[in-house]
């Protein structure tokens, strides 16, 4: 079963930056793409930030130019760099991962807080 494990969330003030981490139990190439997301309270879980297999990144118009989404094969990590936070980036941010086989399976981390206040 594949694990995803997140880190490095927490309390940061408005402006401020973040490093989230995604740890992935298999060679992340492994999967077609990765990804974050991120549920505010209240609200839907969204997509802001994914990277495929071949490189390809894409973001939410709301954290472009803010954050940034890597990786590092050599220890299956996925990272999210969040700079100039906003109080409205606050919410629980989780990893996911996709790939084909069969059918699409579907993987998800369980999720790291992250608060910005003003």
């Known amino acids: 079963q594949v694990q995803l494990v997140e880190s490095g969330g927490g309390l940061v003030q408005a402006g401020g930056s973040l490093r989230l981490s995604c740890a992935a139990s298999?060679?992340?190439?492994?999967?077609?793409?990765m990804g974050w997301y991120r549920q505010a309270p209240g609200k839907q879980r969204d997509l802001i930030a994914r990277?495929?297999?071949?490189?390809?990144?894409s973001y939410a118009d709301s954290v472009k130019g803010r954050f940034t989404i890597s990786r590092d094969a050599a220890v299956n990590t996925v990272y999210l760099q969040m700079n100039s936070l906003k109080p409205e980036d606050t919410g629980v941010y989780y990893c996911?991962?996709?790939?084909?086989?069969?059918?699409?399976?579907?993987?998800w981390g369980q999720g790291t807080q992250v608060t910005v206040s003003k």
């Open positions: 996911n991962a996709e790939r084909f086989s069969t059918g699409w399976d579907d993987y």
């Open positions: 298999e060679n992340i190439f492994s999967f077609l793409v």
């Open positions: 990277i495929t297999g071949g490189g390809s990144r």
